[in-house]
Nanobody, 121 residues
Framework: QVQLAESGGGLVQPGGSLRLSCAAS????????MGWYRQAPGNQRELVAT???????NYADSVKGRFTISRDNAKNTVYLRMNSLKPEDTAVYYC???????????????WGQGTQVTVSS
């Protein structure tokens, strides 16, 4: 069974920093794009940042210059470093991965369970 597990969320003051991690586990042949999304109460889930297997990145305009996505392919892990956090960054953050499980012939997208990030004084 393939699973994604996030960690690193919590409560932080405005201007503070957090680093989220998401590790993919199970029988996996290959991982392609990985990404972070977020969903605030009453809002739709929105893209935060994505990264290809080769390291190309894409960011939402709202987080450019403040957030950095990275990955460790040897550990099947994607990270999100969040600096200069604002109250409007408060949301549940989800990671996803477009990957090929070892027991399947086609790739599919998997999601983590989400981790809460709250920015408040």
């Amino acid at each position: 069974q393939v699973q994604l597990a996030e960690s690193g969320g919590g409560l932080v003051q405005p201007g503070g920093s957090l680093r989220l991690s998401c590790a993919a586990s199970g029988s996996i042949s290959n991982i392609y794009d990985m990404g972070w999304y977020r969903q605030a109460p009453g809002n739709q889930r929105e893209l935060v940042a994505t990264i290809t297997s080769g390291g190309n990145t894409n960011y939402a305009d709202s987080v450019k210059g403040r957030f950095t996505i990275s990955r460790d392919n040897a550990k099947n892990t994607v990270y999100l470093r969040m600096n200069s956090l604002k109250p409007e960054d408060t949301a549940v953050y989800y990671c996803n991965a477009d990957l090929l499980p070892s027991l399947l012939a086609t790739k599919k997208i998997y999601w983590g369970q989400g981790t809460q990030v709250t920015v408040s004084s």
